[in-house]
């Protein structure tokens, strides 16, 4: 772990880079084998939508890189404004992009049929059903900003280089989780409405807006480690940790925007999909039924058309269907 001394600006933050090899080797081991299985994929006759491997590639493994070796790695040891924003896209941007790219059906595509039938199953396993019920990937996107702040963890992080290259993956192992179950993009074990999704969301949006305030007006995070630093510019360390509660309540919930507007593009498409569904579902039915049963049923109809036309044209004064005055009034 490194601190930097040369003051952040908006030229350092340009020409400030550094060599992380936990998250090129990463990186680079994704992308090789994603394209590998894209290019066999598309040989076995599966092609992949260009958007897919787009946002695979340039979202996620491209911010990830980026989150590592630019300037918001180069300084996440020494302001933690740059650490908030590192965790913020490593938890949301990055597995958003991952999730978006369709890996799994990009798997799938590029196995033979055994290979197929062993993923398949793999997906349908009891533990694939437990990891992407709502509420486990739910729980753990809230609880891991809370405890990643508000526990000895963040201090480990900043000390532990090895411990900081761990929890950054784990961070995008849990959005992944998240984004795969919700985002449904990819097989799943079992697909959920993607209102669920949507309740979710707003759930989450306040849990990051509590945390923030929670940084903003709250005690001072690792302030041994920050103060042994011996930074001489820059915020504070109390405008430090207000910036980064910034991020984490506002910049989280812009960045979520683009997650929102698929879920509610996922949402339509379901809603015509069940709709297509149940309207073949009744041709289905009309067309099974048997033609004279369809012709018996009109003309069955047709008496009791008559019958109420009649009646109604019978309907007239009070007086008029009393047989008596009837017959009375007829003379």
């Not at 911010?63 to 590592?68: A, H, N, V």
């Not at 192992?173 to 449904?184: M, N």
């Not at 036309?309 to 019978?314: F, K, R």
């Amino acid at each position: 772990m490194g601190w930097i001394e040369t003051p952040l600006s908006l030229q350092s933050a340009f020409t400030s880079w550094r060599w992380d090899t936990s998250t090129v080797v990463v990186v680079v081991v994704l992308a090789v084998g994603y394209w590998a299985a894209r290019v066999r994929s598309a040989r076995a006759g599966t092609p992949i939508p260009r958007q897919r491997p787009a946002m695979f590639g340039l979202m996620g493994l491209g911010i990830w890189l980026l989150s590592g070796i630019s300037f918001v790695g180069v300084y996440s040891d020494t302001l933690m404004w740059p650490r908030a924003l590192q965790s913020l896209l490593l938890l949301y941007v990055v597995p958003f992009g991952l999730a978006s790219g369709q890996p799994f059906t990009v798997l799938r595509g590029a196995l033979g049929p055994a290979g197929q039938a062993r993923l398949d199953r793999i997906l349908q396993s009891t533990l694939a059903r437990a990891m992407t019920f709502p509420l486990g990937p739910s729980l753990a996107m809230l609880a891991t900003p809370w405890l990643l702040y508000l526990s000895p963890w963040y201090g480990i992080v900043l000390r532990n280089g090895a411990a900081d290259a761990l929890t950054r993956i784990v961070l995008v192992l849990i959005g992944f989780v998240y984004f795969y179950s919700r985002l449904q993009a990819d097989p799943v074990p079992h697909r959920y409405s993607q209102g669920i999704s949507l309740l979710i969301t707003i759930f989450e949006s306040l849990a990051d807006g509590i945390l923030g305030i929670v940084l903003w007006w709250g005690p001072l995070i690792a302030v041994g480690y920050y103060t042994a630093v011996g930074r001489t510019w820059g915020p504070d360390l109390r405008m430090d940790q207000t910036i980064s509660a910034g991020i984490i309540w506002v910049l989280g919930d812009v960045l979520g925007l683009p997650y929102l507007f698929a879920l509610m593009r996922a949402w339509a498409s379901d809603e015509r999909r069940k709709a297509a569904e149940v309207d073949a579902e009744l041709d289905a039915a009309e067309a099974a039924s048997p033609a004279p049963a369809r012709r018996r049923r009109f003309s069955q109809t047709a008496p009791d058309a008559q019958a109420t036309a009649g009646a109604v044209q019978g309907a007239g004064l009070w007086w008029e269907n009393d047989p008596i005055l009837r017959e009375r009034f007829r003379r």
